[in-house]
């Protein structure tokens, strides 16, 4: 890209999101608050008693979590955070979509770069708030979501050619693995500079539409790794990483732009004393805290401005290179539990969030990406219709004779495939006449120049071939518009993200404000 247009694209510093999900009471945790006191002993890996008393207050209309400390005896002085959003147990899964999410997809759709990651203690809902439960419509995740709001948008939009491929990939004990080809070697981190950090050999999918994607993401969800925790029955032992890349080429200007999507769930911090992990369980949570806490110290160095980022200290941290600090827009879910029992767990989480609020990213619009595969594709797409043209035009010049009956057994011989996209194709077959002219060349004198002409037709046909497998790969966009909503679903969505920026906005003034009495906290 060059200077003037990067300049362009630069968009204002942002900071990057953060919002706070604190789920539900556990069924376990219900029931053990209903018994008050019960002088049992506790075991180490026993949960009992008044410790599931609840220490969190959720203030949505304010962006605000209290903490109570529950060695405050008089419950005075609870710690007070505000964030751009924070959602209560009574939130639903559409409401942090519509809410939080989709304007950072719309963004994906303009040609940036946007990241969603899920932070918190095993056991908080970052799964469920990722990808959900897939059986239920209404309780499914962002993941799915995001699938239907990028291809609702390509169904609608016309004179644009997509290009849309998804990937999926795991951080487990530090190695990387595909997803989606389980008995590959483990994935190396490359960086190349306007690249970023990347990942060479990564299998990506092609996707033509929200099922195909639905597709990529339960394959690989089989191979993730997920293990049994006294925390969680199903604990993501893995961090995931779900990429979605999006071409897309203005077939009026002929400009290209790419946004590609990171939807991160992250394996959740644990202790030993609860989750009762030993053995392979244990080696696991130790190789999590320790990425973890790399992550911590990225989201320190650079809440402090500090020179060094030691994004290098964990693999996650380097994936997470342009989002936290880089050219990306991101947002930062951090999930925390009610209980007086995961206090310092959700207390250290809430700082953390806190903190990553002052992270600063460039956000800039990928547009003209040089190394986007559909510009590459479209070069050659025109490079095959020339040549196939050029072909065409030499044929006709070869000398021709009349049309017999016999030679109509000929014409069924050739047949080059026709595609209805491929305008250069149409040019040169548009009519009966031209067809026939095409199959009386294999008329001529003598029975070499006839090979040879049917040679040179053999080649035409592999190109035009070529050409068809080419264009296969691209969406045309508009061409769906009422399959799946109706346009009054589509003014909805758009009323939506307007409130959900109306929200987000307000919720930046009251921050300025709130700023203040943080100070107050940590002095
Ligand atoms: N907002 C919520 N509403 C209802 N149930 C929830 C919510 N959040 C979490 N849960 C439930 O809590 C349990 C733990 O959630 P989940 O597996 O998503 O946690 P996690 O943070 O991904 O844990 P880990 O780090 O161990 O993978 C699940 O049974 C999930 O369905």
Redesign the pocket.
Known sequence: MDSSNKSKNLVKNECVQVVV?C??M?KKELENNSKSFSGKERSTNEIIGNEFKQVVDVYPNRGVIEIQNPSDINRENPKMFTYDAVYD?R?TQQDIYDEVVRPLVSSVLEGFNCCVF?Y??????????MEG?RTNENLKGIIPRAFEQIWFHINRAENTNFLVTASYMEIYMEELRDLLKPNSKSLELRERENVGVFVPNLHSVLCKNVDEMLNVMNQGNKNRTVGK?N??????RSHAIFMIKIEMCDLETNKVKVGKLNLI?L??S?RQSKTGATAERLKEASKINRALSSLGNVISALAENSPHIPYRDSKLTRLLQDSLGGNSKTIMIA?IGPSEYNYNETLTTLRYAHRAKTIQNKPVKNEDSQDAKLKEYQDEIARLKMMITERQKREKTLPRRKRTKKTKVLENSFDVAKSDESDGLEEVYDSDDEKECDNNLLLLADAETREAVQREKEVTQQLAQKLKELEGQFVRGGRNILDTYSERQMELEKRLEEIAERKVGSLNRKYAVDTCEYINFLV
């Open positions: 999900r789920r539900p556990s147990h939130s899920a918190g203690q095993t056991g908080t809902g970052k799964t469920f708030t439960v925790t925390m969680n029955e199903h604990s993501s769930d394996a959740g644990e999930n």
